[in-house]
């Protein structure tokens, strides 16, 4: 069945009340004795008091998106995640290869036709990515100014200019042409060089390019509409030591130890 991002997975099992066909991991189902859907649920438990069933979840998950998606995960889980990720890319470069030709092109859920430019398409690439990391850990700083902030990558020899000259169709060609990934043909140059360099003009990355600028909120004490007044500094009645209390209560101890000594002298 079709559905708003994609296909849904194929469904592997039914429930055991309406035979609704759904789809469950296979380690799930090693676990259960039967499957009920959520609208079901309640009537499987009747019927099944006695033996084991999922609970909680949702039915078939659809392609394209994360099941765990809004568990909170600690940063030392997600570097741990990253790390072992890329560690198995590392040794397994022929199966990511293969796992990024199943989602390319056509076969990606997302596929809208190829509307994207081919300048931006290879842009858009992980070897291009890789390509101006590796000028920006050369140079390590801007080659015009030498600002260690905000760098890019700046080709020597256009992208269009490269593209025209090797006759480049599509990404695959793009992939398969080495000269568009020789970081010979690039410098790193901070943001406002490469503005010039462009004859564009240059925004700052905090000032609407990369980021929208905050409205300055001036809400703080009397500017605050629930102001009433702040802190007012009184003295304790059993010690006579100073300390600040809000207007609207009637504090007139600074500590309990105070309040228990002034009701002993009372008695």
Known sequence: MKSSTGYRRTPNCKC???KKPLYRRSFELEKIEFVCCVSCRKEAYKKY???KALKNLEL???KGTNHLDGIPKSAESN?????SHKKWCAENPVKVAARGKKIR???NYNWKGGSSRLNTAIRRLTEHR???DAVKARDKECVECGEINNLESHHLIGLSVLISRYKIKNRNDARATPQLWDINNGVTLCGKCHAAKHGRKYIPPKNGRKYKPKKPRNTAGVNNPNWKGGLVEKNCLQCGKSFFSKPSTNRKFCCRGCVSD???KRI
């Open 130 to 132: 890789k390509w101006m």
């Open 49 to 51: 008091p006695n033996k």
């Open 16 to 18: 055991v009340i309406c």
């Open 105 to 107: 092109g056509e076969n």
């Open 262 to 264: 002034y009701q002993r």
């Open 79 to 83: 570097e741990k995640r990253s790390k």
């Open 60 to 62: 078939g998950r659809e």
